[in-house]
């Protein structure tokens, strides 16, 4: 963002800066339309703000009946647990503090795509009211799919998937990889939209004009 007194008010700085030196830091998180690519919804918030409480700001723009592909941030049990109940499904990266093994699965659906049950921590979510986290249920049943990636040019390497999608033969192992794969593209036209149309560097110089051009731009990607 521009460096105002109003933004450098709004937004706290990266650590390390001086007070009141460098630009004032916005964070957004844009949900695409894996069909279309329009941008369907936008939460915007300081850089400070996790990721995971950016996709609960969201979480009443989702429709029953979709499936949101997201990275491994979203890996989480806040995440698998709640969105399921809202009827959305969700395939991610496996969250980094996870480990997967899989002579530890539930139950086997194929070589490296199996079942698992993961229990809700003991200590409560801090993105959760205390009454959402009580209505979390004890345990859920996730489905793993690790997968070799093999880039022309580039070392092969292993990725691990999870999903709320447990039906094998309804979503086979070779289709969820094919949709996370799309949404890399759009991740990688995200980081485009920040070249291209500017959002690496608003202008505007106070925090919701600010708002205003984040939206305006993103809807002439839209258009």
Not at 128 to 153: D, H, N, S, Y
Not at 166 to 191: G, K, S
Request: proline residues 4%; charged residues 25%; aromatic residues 8%.
């Amino acid at each position: 963002r521009t460096d105002t007194a109003q933004n450098q008010q709004y937004d706290a700085q990266a650590p390390g800066q001086k007070p009141g030196g460098g630009c004032a830091l916005l964070k957004f998180l844009a949900r695409f339309s894996l069909s279309s690519g329009a941008i369907r919804h936008v939460e915007t918030e300081d850089w400070k703000t996790h990721d995971v409480r950016l996709l609960k700001q969201a979480w009443d723009a989702l429709n029953q009946g979709e499936v949101l592909l997201v990275d491994r941030a979203f890996g989480d049990y806040v995440t698998l647990a709640s969105l399921p109940q809202r009827g959305v499904d969700v395939v991610a990266r496996l969250h980094g503090a996870r480990k997967v093994d899989f002579r530890k699965a539930h139950r086997r659906l194929g070589h490296k795509d199996a079942l698992f049950q993961w229990s809700k921590a003991w200590q409560p979510s801090a993105i959760l009211t205390p009454q959402e986290w009580a209505r979390l249920p004890a345990e859920i049943t996730v489905r793993l799919i690790r997968v070799r990636v093999q880039k022309k040019g580039f070392r092969a390497r292993e990725l691990a998937l999870v999903t709320t999608l447990l039906d094998a033969v309804a979503y086979p192992v070779a289709e969820v990889v094919a949709a996370y794969r799309r949404r890399w593209c759009l991740e990688m036209c995200l980081d485009d939209l920040k070249t291209t149309l500017g959002l690496d560097a608003l202008r505007c110089q106070s925090p919701a004009m600010i708002h205003r051009e984040l939206l305006t731009l993103l809807i002439a990607h839209n258009l």
